[in-house]
């Protein structure tokens, strides 16, 4: 990660922008102050023991026997739910990744009416976060797995789709060109050309959604769902910080796995 | 981040065999089938299994109750005044969102020079010194901390501190953030170009002079960038954690689901896509102008 070269900076219109963003930043944060209600003091009645309380229990988590079963019940759950998550999202977000690329349409117009479609669908899939999603399918369905899976699998499509689609259209053209004067159709332009030169970035975006899946599905247990967020949310309930620090420690220790196991294949696949 | 030609030439020549990228593309597809297997058979939840003909009835009536089918009254969505009430939520919404960026810049700002590896102990540093490597250890131990917990859990810890409302949230948010932002800008300037930084140190700056002026200059355009390219994410999440901070959309949104004012629902949701909307397309903008 290069910085620009040094011959773009110091124009004065350069300068001229970055002070308006200067001033435009610290103006929106001054407003956003004026929105919080400070005249009810900021911190409740015992906040500030609570606070002893919560980072007092940190280094000591709660670590019986019957709990640490608990928790890995629970995360082999998030676990679950994270990977059932990524299937789903692949299912969207492949075929509608092909199609937001434009790279199989056979006309020009075509090409500009898919890219626009499926766009459309795959920003909204991603606008929404995945716990509202999740809210809503929880209300639509019921508490079942599904809520969770098509929770997660519906805005991670979204982002993947959006993804994919700038992979394969940011492809070296030439390769491209040389297939299609060998009389080569889009659809084996695509097959033998763009698909296995973007590959290699798609499989190594897909295992860094895969690390975000397992915090996203780890909060999903929220609603009612199962998993390590369910479980935090009982033991904070109760009070009981040791026991919301040993699930913590335990979703720390899992997301901190799969960034290990999602890096090394992101490394090997770096060009 | 393109690929190489050369990457994907003649994937047919070279012989199959296990490497790690195809053994974790294999084990990946073995979780899979696993984790499908369990949710199939695995658990014994009390409602009707999926792809049912009853799920798929379920959701179609659940979409006719987000449009008011068969209530009486004007539906909220059609209604002027809870326009006007959502509306306010809205805004709070957005300060919400526009905290969280705001403090999770300041912090990340007074931090991420002393994350960054080539600052503290690498060809930048004016001494070497097990102290400033310890900094660098301890700054980088907090920035993982922070972001590995998700903001909800964050906004579940912090509403047993502060009193309900946007700042619970927007601290929850900026935690989080804090992680990220951080830790993606000390990266920056770890790829700083850094003739210019060695080439006012040897003019005789001190180290903070260099800092001020060769490095903070070079990485400020990434930085914004990213900070803005966070809020984009941040106004997805607000709803999320104001479910359980008491502030702006989510908190309405969680009563309505609960009250089953479907109608309300299907408000909110609106302004929290042209939230979303706005923000994408402010945010573009602005990174336009930053370049």
Same mark, same amino acid.
């Given at each position: ?77 998030t676990l679950v739910y994270a ?28 090409? =500009? ?24 399918? =929880? ?50 332009? @695509? ?52 026991? =919301?620090?040993? @699930? ?9 796995? =799969? ?13 | ?40 058979? &695995?658990?014994?939840?009390? #409602?009707? &299994? ?10 179609? #009536?659940?979409?006719? !109750? ?6 009486? &009254?004007?539906?909220?969505?059609? !209604? ?19 905290? *969280? ?15 960054? $590896? ?51 949230g927007a601290l929850a948010l ?18 700083? !170009?850094?003739?210019?930084?060695? *080439?006012? $140190?040897?003019?005789? *700056? ?35 954690? &104001? ?36 923000? !994408? ?5 602005? $990174?336009?102008?930053?370049?």
């Amino acid at each position: 990660m290069r910085s620009e070269p040094p011959a773009s900076r110091g124009r004065p219109r350069a300068i001229e922008s970055r002070r308006a963003i200067t001033l435009i930043l610290i103006g929106a944060f001054a407003l956003s102050l004026l929105g919080v209600d400070w005249s009810e003091g900021v911190f409740r009645p015992r906040g500030l023991i609570a606070i002893v309380e919560t980072l007092g229990a940190l280094f000591r988590p709660d670590l019986s026997p019957e709990l640490l079963r608990k928790a890995a019940a629970a995360a082999w759950q998030t676990l679950v739910y994270a990977v059932a998550g990524l299937t789903v999202a692949l299912l969207i977000g492949v075929p509608l990744g092909v199609i937001a690329s434009g790279s199989i349409a056979r006309s020009r117009l075509g090409a =500009v009416t898919q890219i626009a479609a499926a766009r459309a669908v795959l920003a909204f899939f991603r606008a929404i976060h995945e716990l509202v999603w999740a809210l809503l399918f =929880v209300a639509a369905i019921g508490l079942s797995p599904m809520a969770a899976v098509l929770a997660l699998g519906i805005p991670y499509g979204g982002i993947l789709g959006r993804i994919y689609s700038e992979l394969l259209q940011d492809v070296p053209q030439a390769p491209l060109d040389a297939l299609r004067r060998s009389g080569a159709s889009e659809w084996r332009v @695509f097959l033998f050309g763009r698909l296995p030169m973007a590959l290699p970035d798609m499989v190594s975006y897909t295992f860094y959604r895969l690390e975000c899946g397992i915090r996203s599905a780890a909060v999903l247990g929220w609603v009612g769902l199962g998993g390590l967020g369910f479980q935090v949310q009982i033991a904070l309930e109760d009070l009981a910080y040791s026991r =919301v620090w040993t @699930f913590l420690w335990v979703l720390v220790g899992m997301v901190v796995l =799969v960034d290990l196991w999602s890096s090394q294949v992101r490394r090997r696949l770096a060009p | 981040m393109s690929a190489t030609p050369t990457a994907a030439q003649t994937p047919e020549s070279r012989p199959l065999r296990l490497t790690f990228v195809s053994g974790s593309v294999l084990a990946m597809f073995v979780l899979i089938i696993c984790s499908w297997t369990y949710i199939a058979f &695995g658990q014994s939840w009390p #409602s009707h &299994g999926f792809f049912s003909g009853e799920t798929a009835s379920r959701a179609w #009536s659940f979409l006719g !109750d987000l449009a008011g089918k068969g209530r009486e &009254g004007t539906p909220a969505y059609l !209604d002027g005044a809870a326009w006007a009430e959502a509306g306010r939520l809205a805004l709070a919404t957005l300060a919400m969102s526009v905290l *969280a960026a705001g403090i999770a810049a300041v912090g990340a700002l007074l931090t991420f020079m002393f994350a960054a $590896r080539n600052v503290m102990s690498g060809e930048l540093a004016p001494y070497r010194s097990p102290v400033w490597v310890a900094w660098l250890g301890i700054v980088r131990l907090f920035y993982a901390l922070s972001r590995s917990v998700p903001e909800l859990i964050w906004a579940m810890l912090l509403v047993f501190i502060f009193s309900p409302g946007i700042l619970p949230g927007a601290l929850a948010l900026a935690i989080h953030n804090f992680g990220i932002l951080g830790k993606l800008s000390a990266e920056v300037v770890e790829g700083l !170009d850094t003739r210019p930084a060695r *080439a006012l $140190r040897t003019s005789g *700056a001190g180290w903070f002079q260099v800092i001020a002026y060769a490095i903070l200059p070079a990485a400020l355009p990434r930085f914004i960038t990213y900070l803005f390219y966070r809020w984009e994410v941040i106004i997805r999440t607000t709803l999320v954690v &104001g479910l359980v901070a008491a502030g702006g959309l989510g908190m309405e949104f969680r009563l309505a689901l609960s009250h089953f004012h479907y109608t309300t629902v299907t408000l909110l949701l609106i302004w929290y896509l042209l939230l979303v909307l706005g923000v !994408d397309i402010v945010s573009a903008a602005m $990174r336009r102008l930053a370049r």
